[in-house]
C-alpha cells in the first residue's frame, strides 16, 4: 500500500468525536441526523472519487511508461546535454530539466527522443547510473491537475518504476 493511501487511512483512524460532539449529535432531532449523515456520505464519496481518480491515473502512467521502456528504443538525439537535447526536440512545450533525485555525478545522459504519455507530448532519456553501468528510462511531461502530487515506487513485470513531480514536470523512471 503506497505511504499516501497509508497517511489517508491513519488519519480517519485517528478521529473521534468528543463527548461534547456526541451530546449535541444524540439532542438532534432524526432529520437533522438523516442530512448530516447524507452530507457526511456525499463527502466521502466525493473525497475516495478523487482518491480513487489519483491512483487510477497514476497506475495508467506506470504501466504505459513500463511498456515504453521495454521497446527500448533508441535515442533520436545523442548528447549529455540536456539543453541541446532540448533544442533538438522543439516540438515539447516543456523546458527539460535536472531531476535533484537524479545528480549529474551519479547519472550520465546518453540521449534522448519524442513519446508521449497519457497522449501529451514528453520526453524519452535514456541514462545511465555511472556506478553500475545499468540503463534507465526518464520520463518527463508537462504536469497537469490530475497529475500533482504523484509520488509513487513500484515494481512491474520485473521493472523498478518511480514516478514523482518536480519542476512543473511529471517524472518518471524506469530501469531493472
Known amino acids: 500500500m503506497s ?6 487511512k491513519n488519519y480517519y ?17 432524526s432529520m437533522s441526523l438523516l442530512w448530516s449523515a447524507g452530507a457526511g ?5 466525493f473525497a475516495l472519487l478523487i482518491f480513487f481518480s489519483t491512483a487510477k491515473i497514476e ?5 504505459e511508461i513500463v511498456y515504453n521502456h521495454g521497446k527500448n528504443l533508441s535515442v533520436e538525439i545523442s548528447s549529455s546535454d540536456l539543453i541541446k537535447i532540448g533544442k533538438a526536440l522543439p516540438k515539447l512545450d516543456f523546458t527539460l530539466a535536472q531531476s535533484s533525485r537524479l545528480p549529474p555525478g551519479k547519472w550520465k545522459v546518453l540521449g534522448a527522443r ?3 504519455i497519457q497522449g501529451k507530448i514528453a520526453a524519452q532519456l535514456k541514462l545511465e547510473n555511472i556506478s553500475n553501468g545499468h540503463v534507465y528510462t526518464l520520463y518527463q511531461t508537462h504536469l497537469t491537475k490530475e497529475m500533482k502530487g504523484i509520488d509513487h515506487k ?3 513485470s520485473g ?11 511529471l517524472m518518471g523512471l524506469v530501469g531493472p
Open 3 to 8: 505511504s499516501f493511501k497509508n497517511q489517508i
Open 13 to 29: 483512524q485517528s478521529k473521534e468525536l468528543s463527548a461534547s460532539q456526541l451530546e449535541r449529535l444524540q439532542g438532534k432531532s
Open 41 to 45: 456520505l456525499a463527502i466521502s464519496c
Open 59 to 63: 497506475n495508467q502512467i506506470v504501466d
Open 114 to 116: 519524442y513519446c508521449s
Open 154 to 156: 513500484d515494481q512491474v
Open 159 to 169: 521493472a523498478s518504476v518511480q514516478l514523482w513531480t518536480e519542476k512543473g514536470l
